[in-house]
Structures are given as C-alpha cells and as structure tokens.
C-alpha cells in the first residue's frame, strides 16, 4: 500500500470537498480552519498530484429518467489478455455503465448499469452486451431499491503525515 503524506487539514480539505465539491475557497479555508490563499495552494497540489481525480455534479438518477439499475455479472470466454482487453475497451466506451469491476469468484466483471427501464436494458443486453464475441455468460441482478450510492469515500483510514511540513499550514 502506498504511504499516504496527507495532514490534518489535506484530510479536511478532502472530506470538505468530497461533501461540497461546489464550496468557494473562502468558505473551504474558513470551515477547515486555514486563512484561504495557503488553503488554495493546498487544493491545487491535492489536485495536482491526484487525490482530487475531478469536480462532478451528482445527479438524481430517477429525476433524470434513469431510475433502473442492474447489476451485471459477465463471464468472458477464456482469461486471454487480449480478450479482457477487448471486453474492457467496449465496456468503457458504454455510457449505460456506470462502474466496472474485474472480480473474482463465479463473474470476471462486476457492471452497473443504468438505463430509463427494463425494455432499454434489454436493448443494452442483446444489442450491445451480449454482442461482445467475448461474452460467454451473464447474470443479471435488477435493484429493488437503493439505499445508498454514490456516498463519499471513507477516510477513517488515512494517518496524519507527521513531517517537518504537515506542521506548518502552509
């Protein structure tokens, strides 16, 4: 795992952030406890070397007319790198996924997949998933209800970098 060099106030900013990704700096530097241009520059190096990925507005799927959602087991013919490769190619070009995710067990690849209702997913399914020369077998699971997606990552885990340089809020 790699050594995570993030302060106190990285991991505020952070956790602000992931919560409000739309607070203004001033608001941002007050809240976490920081005067706003060393906040600012903080941000900026988060970003730059990756913690921050990107801003997004997160959208009600039902408000939206994408309130079905099937989560898609896949099981590709063969374990060859060049049909993984394939598969994941045309999966990531697939705006109706959401997530991918190579697992293990009884699937290769874990998919959720949002569509407007069951006869689009059917559509997905036959004109696009199954179209794949790859795809040996898939399992659906049709959501009932969801309860909680799209929740900011836990960040429980992380330690204070104790360094010359997280004592400082600059």
């Known amino acids: 795992m790699a050594t995570l060099l993030l302060d106190t106030f990285d991991r505020k900013i952070i956790a602000a952030l992931q919560s ?33 990925a990107s801003y997004r507005a997160s959208l009600d799927r039902v408000r939206i007319g994408l309130g079905f959602t099937v989560f898609v087991g896949v099981r590709i013919e063969g374990h060859a790198n060049d049909r993984a490769g394939s598969f994941e190619d045309a999966v990531l070009g697939m705006s109706e996924v959401i997530a991918c995710h190579m697992v293990s067990g009884t699937v290769d690849y874990l998919l959720e997949v949002v569509v407007p209702d069951l006869a689009h997913y059917q559509e997905f399914l036959i004109g696009k998933l199954l179209a794949l020369s790859m795809v040996r077998e898939v399992q659906s699971s049709i959501a009932i209800n969801t309860l909680k997606a799209g929740a900011p990552l836990p960040l429980d885990h992380l330690h204070v970098a104790q360094s010359s340089n997280s004592r400082s809020a600059t």
């Open 20 to 52: 409000d990704g739309r607070l203004a700096n001033v608001d941002l530097a007050q809240k976490i406890g920081l005067s706003p241009s060393p906040c600012l520059r903080r941000v900026k190096r988060l970003e730059r070397e990756g913690y921050i």
